[in-house]
């Protein structure tokens, strides 16, 4: 079980002992669920970034990759995740898709072409 699951099922048992039966399902306790189901999920996608940005690092292609399809399942127009497994696929010679996944980044973020430019050029 991952830390963020732990983290939430515990905050979930928190939150029981401290409401009454009545009280559970609050509007306001219903909000502090989503919110830190939301921080979980950023939390996630962020371990799982720099995880894949460290698996390209140290060669783990592959594992970057893992890492990046973790991340948009979550999120599938996060342009972090399309960059680095764009990086990966071009480092695992998969020239055709690193293509379609850099140009899916840029795409996204139109303004910041200079990294997938770059990266592209060179495949």
């Known amino acids: 079980m ?3 699951r732990r983290y939430l099922d515990h905050a979930e048992s928190v939150e ?8 559970k399902d609050q ?3 219903m ?10 999920k950023s ?24 890492d990046c399809n973790e991340v948009l399942d979550e999120d599938e127009k996060n342009a972090k995740a399309l960059f680095r497994k764009g990086q990966a696929n071009a480092n695992m010679s998969d020239f055709e898709q690193a293509m379609d996944f850099l140009q899916a980044a840029s795409n996204l ?4 072409k200079s990294k997938c430019f770059t990266l ?3 495949i």
């Open 120 to 122: 592209s050029s060179e």
């Open 43 to 66: 939390l996630s996608i962020s371990c799982h970034l720099n995880r894949a940005a460290c698996k390209l690092k140290l060669g783990d292609n592959a594992g970057a990759v893992v």
């Open 27 to 29: 509007p306001e306790n």
């Open 16 to 23: 029981e002992k401290s409401s009454s039966e009545g009280e």
């Open 31 to 40: 909000e502090k669920k989503e919110k830190i189901e939301q921080n979980i």
């Open 109 to 112: 973020h139109p303004e910041d």
């Open 2 to 4: 991952c830390f963020s």
